[in-house]
């Protein structure tokens, strides 16, 4: 069982920066596929990025957010990051980080392909 606990969220202004950390908790270890989505209130959750921290080069991003956030992890730091830059108010949500214990995801950008949800950490854009 692995229980994820995000960090780093905030109040920032359009245009600015974050850095959110997401890191098991206890005794757990980040899985191969780890994934960081985002919900706005009355909105389903999309989505963000993704990353095979087996080689932690292969990882994915929804189109609205390439070029601008960047997903890495550390296995020795046992955390995975997410860097958000050019921040629009319009991305306003609650971010969580998630984590699949299995097999390696086919679409890595899909709630239903996680099974460890961390409790979310606020972003709000002005």
């Known amino acids: 069982h692995v229980q994820l606990v995000e960090s780093g969220g905030g109040s920032v202004q359009a245009g600015g920066s974050l850095r959110l950390s997401c890191s098991p908790s206890g005794y757990g270890h980040i899985t191969k596929c780890m994934g960081w989505f985002r919900q706005a209130p009355g909105k389903e959750r999309e989505g963000v990025a993704a990353i095979y921290t087996g080689d932690s080069r292969t990882v994915y991003y929804a189109d609205s957010v390439k070029g601008r956030f960047a997903i890495s992890a550390d296995n020795a730091e046992n955390t995975v990051y997410l860097q958000m830059n050019s921040l629009k108010p319009e991305e306003t949500a609650m971010y969580y980080c998630?984590?699949?214990?299995?097999?390696?995801?086919?679409?890595?950008?899909?709630?239903?392909?996680?099974?460890?949800w961390g409790q979310g950490t606020q972003v709000t854009v002005s």
């Open positions: 998630a984590a699949r214990a299995s097999s390696r995801w086919a679409v890595p950008l899909t709630p239903v392909s996680y099974g460890y």
